[in-house]
Each structure stands twice: as structure tokens, then as C-alpha cells.
């Protein structure tokens, strides 16, 4: 592997150095990192189930939270544990090793770029459905989600693919100027459905609600702005978690990697993937029906497991 490359690849990372500084960071990213992933892997599972059971749901929208709750199954069983070793290999006093570490940025990637832009079509998705109304079936059809699904995760997997590539600065702007791109959208798009949904709000209101067509229709709404109103949840949390990387990364390419610049850029990793375990609590905290079909989950488990316990 082309030694400029490496280079490039580890000037984030920790070295052998670093080690007096960074142990107590370590150790905590590692025990942090230890109980997300179980964590991850566990509440999405879940979520997966939940959601597919879920009849309320439109099923433009399932389909696209049940693809973003399998990028977040990949985060916790694969990049996390990658991360891991990665911590538990630097408390053992080695250097970063550029086949884990290029390894570890493959798949980090492709879940990373899966969920990015899942996020984003979630955003359109609900932006449609306000705006649109009665023309969204029409025009959104379960088909065209399940081509928009696909389409996100072979674009992941071509990122995926020129993680090989030595096109050093030219990949850093297309990521860069991509991921920029992406959150203007979203937050125009949430801008857009705030000022759609206060319209339609003042124009239910002036209606004559005792009518059972203005009822329906008020009815059909509040359900459209709750989906969009958890979407923007799901969009905030992930701002928030995925931000200090993108500034901690620009940071060390300003001012070089110092240990301060490290540990931040550790613990912005950690919070990354926090991400992941935090979008089933946002769908139990506001879908009631995700909410009550992940307990009666853990409810049949739990009974499930007494009856087996009894037996045994």
C-alpha cells in the first residue's frame, strides 16, 4: 500500500506517542463504545421488528425508516467493533495499523453515507407528503421508495469501492462538498414543511370542523405533520451527533493533529455512533404504535423466557 496514502490515512489517528496522554480516552471510548454497539444492535433489532408490524405506518415511510434502522444494525455488528480493536490495539502500546485503520474507514463509510442519505430521503419523503397531500400516492409510490432505498445503498457501496482509490484530495471535496450539499437540503426541506404546515394549520382552522370530510381531512393532516414532526427529531439528533466530527476534522486539517485535536476526535467518534442507538428511542418516544409493538416484543420475550425458566 502506497506510503503517502498511509500517511494521509492515520495523521487522525493515535500513535504510539500519544499513549501517557490519550489512555484515559481510550479506555473510556472503549467501554463507551462496548455498551453502544450491544445497545445498537439490540434497540434496532428491535425497531425492525417493531416497524414492520406496524400497519399504521405508510409504507413509503417504513420502508424508508426500516432501511435507516439496518445501517444502524451495520454500525453496532461491524464499524463499532472494528473501532474497538482499534482502541483495545493503541492501550496495547501499538501503532495504528493502516490495513485495520483503511478497513475500519471502508466500512465506516458505507454505513456513515447509508444513513447520511437515508436521513435526507426520510426529509424529502415527509416534505412530499405535506406538500403534496392528496397527490402524494400518486406521485410516491412504494415502488419508486424501494428504487430510492436501493439506489442510496449501491451508492454507498461505490464510496465503499474508492476507499481503495488513491484520489487523496479529490475524494476529501467530493465527501466534503457532498455532505455539505446534503444538510442544506435537509434544512431547507425542514424549513419548507415548518411553513407548509403552519398554512394548512390556519386553513383547518378556519373551517368548519363539525362536518365528517373536515374531520377526516384534519385527522389525515395532524397524522401527516406527527410523521414529519419525528423525522425532524431524527434529523436534529443526527446533526448533532454527526457536526463535531465534521468540525473536529477540519480543525486537524487547519491546525495538524495535536492531543487535544485527538481525544476530541475520539470521543466526536463515539458520539457518531451514538446516533445509531438514539433513533429507536426517538420512534418509541413519538410513534405510539412503534412504541407499543416493541413492548409487546420485550413483553412475549420476557414471558417467553419465564415459561423456559420454569421448565428448565
Not at 487547519?254 to 492531543?259: D, H, I, R
Request: aromatic letters at 12%; a positive charge.
Amino acid at each position: 500500500m502506497d506510503e503517502v496514502y498511509c500517511d494521509e490515512l492515520l495523521q487522525h489517528y493515535p500513535s504510539f506517542s500519544d499513549f501517557q496522554d490519550l489512555r484515559f480516552t481510550y479506555i473510556c471510548n472503549c467501554v463507551f463504545n462496548i455498551l453502544l454497539a450491544q445497545n445498537t444492535i439490540v434497540s434496532n433489532m428491535l425497531a425492525i421488528f417493531a416497524i414492520r408490524r406496524c400497519s399504521s405506518l405508510p409504507q413509503t415511510l417504513k420502508t424508508f425508516l426500516l432501511s435507516l434502522s439496518a445501517s444502524d444494525v451495520g454500525v453496532g455488528l461491524v464499524v463499532q467493533p472494528i473501532y474497538i480493536s482499534l482502541l483495545i490495539n493503541w492501550l496495547q502500546q501499538n501503532d495504528s495499523n493502516c490495513i485495520i485503520a483503511m478497513v475500519y474507514q471502508m466500512c465506516g463509510t458505507f454505513f456513515s453515507v447509508t444513513s447520511f442519505l437515508g436521513v435526507l430521503a426520510i426529509s424529502v419523503d415527509r416534505f412530499l407528503a405535506v406538500h403534496l397531500h392528496l397527490r402524494y400516492k400518486e406521485l410516491v409510490t412504494h415502488r419508486r421508495v424501494v428504487a430510492v432505498v436501493v439506489s442510496i445503498w449501491l451508492f454507498s457501496a461505490v464510496c465503499f469501492i474508492l476507499t481503495f482509490w488513491n484520489l487523496h484530495q479529490d475524494r476529501r471535496l467530493f465527501r466534503m462538498t457532498g455532505g455539505v450539499f446534503c444538510l442544506i437540503i435537509a434544512t431547507f426541506v425542514y424549513i419548507r414543511v415548518y411553513l407548509v404546515a403552519r398554512r394548512h394549520k390556519n386553513e383547518i382552522q378556519s373551517l368548519h370542523i363539525h362536518q365528517a370530510q373536515h374531520r377526516s381531512s384534519v385527522a389525515n393532516f395532524t397524522r401527516l405533520i406527527n410523521s414529519a414532526t419525528v423525522t425532524f427529531y431524527v434529523y436534529l439528533v443526527f446533526l448533532v451527533c454527526y457536526l463535531p466530527l465534521f468540525i473536529c476534522l477540519a480543525a486537524i486539517r487547519v491546525n495538524n493533529a495535536s492531543t487535544n485535536l485527538k481525544k476530541l476526535f475520539l470521543f466526536s467518534l463515539t458520539l457518531l455512533y451514538l446516533n445509531s442507538s438514539l433513533n429507536p428511542v426517538i420512534y418509541c418516544w413519538k410513534m405510539r404504535h412503534i412504541r407499543r409493538a416493541i413492548m409487546d416484543v420485550i413483553r412475549n420475550l420476557l414471558l417467553r423466557r419465564n415459561r423456559t425458566s420454569r421448565w428448565s
